[in-house]
């Protein structure tokens, strides 16, 4: 962890300004002229810009100079991007109902442990099993007309061979052996239609099966049961929406974080970085994640872009819950056990010489020497916005770096900075 900034002032009190002492001026000529009253003006014009360009001075660079120091200091460095986002099993599996029906019983509650396969609600099968006995009539009956078919084809099959013989003989007409020919094919053609038709009523009988079937709501994996929204008696309609029953989680000690990152932060953010988070119920805990997926759907809420990282973290212990809330960040660079120093040193300025340096590279910052500030020069490396990282630097170890500087109304002079 940053350990804090220990801050400290140093008054500092130069000597006051020499006095100025106000030379006497030579008595005017008794007899004026016109160009003596201009020279007089611009006399009296210059002691005027004179008088206040004292002033200024004083009031500008007068008055004592309380400078504001740190210590430079060894630790780590972290660049990291923060958000807020909600914990969620890996997998939740929805499970709803296929038919409609009153719910007859219910096996699992909250928190219940299933198995794949497991009943965990009954609707109640009776209408259901009433259309899979009508089917399975139908499909009896439909058998049996086959049978009847198939006994009139072998009458028809007789009869025609008789009556094929007779016309040979010409014992019989013609027509007669058409006739017997005519009535053999329809018994034969009756024959497949009654095939046919015990094909359709095993189809129905089928799909009368399977709504029976589906009167059993079975888990379809195995896990925990985090939510169940149906009650004992209720009445559930599948006509038009399948009802949500239950949510089942897969598994629990492996859950992610789905975090909300604006667009700005968006693009330094890669599948890999760690993150860490902390959840309300545990605020002295730290969660450590591995960022999993960066999603690239866009969430639009009131002109604000947002982007779903999704952290993945072990919960071995269970003690992440679905739906906590998580204060997210994640890693994107850091470094450990390196010289660094407040970040708010490296943008202090002396106040005189702001102007000079407005525009330019911030190469330097400013050391606390023997009671006057030392611009140092040097090569700034990572910054987490609390510290920079000093990469090279003319620093010594007891060094103190100025963050900032007052001054007081004292009229005394500035120390002029040592660059």
């Not at 002033?55 to 660079?61: D, G, I, P, T």
């Not at 007789?158 to 013989?165: F, N």
């Not at 000690?253 to 604006?262: E, L, R």
Request: proline residues 6%.
């Amino acid at each position: 962890m940053n350990k804090p900034v220990e801050l400290s002032s140093v008054r500092t009190e130069p000597p006051a300004p020499t006095a100025l002492v106000a030379q006497p001026q030579p008595a005017a000529p008794t007899t004026t002229h016109p160009r003596n009253y201009w020279l007089i003006g611009s006399l009296v014009s210059l002691a005027a810009l004179a008088a206040v360009g004292i002033v200024w001075w004083l009031s500008s660079a007068g008055g004592t100079v309380q400078y504001t120091t740190a210590p430079v200091t060894k630790g780590a460095i972290i660049r990291a991007v923060t958000a807020t986002g909600t914990v969620n099993p890996v997998l939740t599996i929805i499970v709803g109902t296929y038919v409609s029906g009153v719910i007859q019983d219910l096996s699992c509650d909250y928190n219940t442990q299933v198995k794949r396969g497991q009943v965990c609600a009954k609707i109640d099968p009776r209408p259901y099993q009433t259309v899979v006995d009508q089917n399975k009539a139908n499909l009896a009956a439909a058998k049996a007309q086959v049978e009847k078919s198939k006994v009139g084809l072998v009458y028809a099959q007789l009869t025609y061979d008789r009556m094929a013989r007779l016309g040979q003989t010409n014992a019989v007409s013609k027509d007669a052996v058409d006739n017997a020919k005519n009535l053999f094919d329809q018994a034969r053609a009756q024959v497949g239609v009654d095939e046919a038709d015990i094909a359709l009523h095993e189809a129905q009988l089928a799909t009368a099966q399977v709504n029976l079937d589906y009167t059993s709501i079975a888990s379809p994996v195995d896990g925990t049961v985090v939510s169940r929204n149906v009650t004992m008696g209720q009445t559930v309609a599948a006509s038009f929406q399948t009802p949500t029953l239950f949510l089942i989680a897969t598994d629990l000690t492996k859950m992610q974080v789905d975090t909300n990152v604006s667009e700005s932060d968006i693009g330094d953010i890669k599948e890999g970085n760690k993150a860490l988070f902390t959840v309300d119920a545990y605020p002295k805990r730290s969660f450590e994640g591995t960022v999993s997926q960066v999603r690239q759907s866009p969430q639009t809420v009131q002109n604000v872009v947002t982007y779903d990282v999704v952290v993945s973290v072990d919960n071995p212990d269970l003690a992440l819950k679905p739906g906590m809330t998580a204060a997210n960040r994640v890693i994107l660079d850091q470094r450990k056990d390196v010289l660094r120093v407040p970040s708010q040193a490296l943008r202090y300025t002396p106040n005189g010489l702001r102007n000079a340096t407005a525009g330019k590279a911030e190469t330097r910052l400013w050391a606390l020497r023997d009671g006057k500030p030392v611009a140092i020069p040097i090569v700034a490396g990572l910054d987490d916005d609390s510290f920079a990282e000093i990469v090279k630097a003319d620093l010594k170890p007891d060094d103190r770096v100025i963050v900032s500087e007052q001054r007081d109304a004292a009229k005394t002079s500035v120390p002029r900075p040592r660059l």
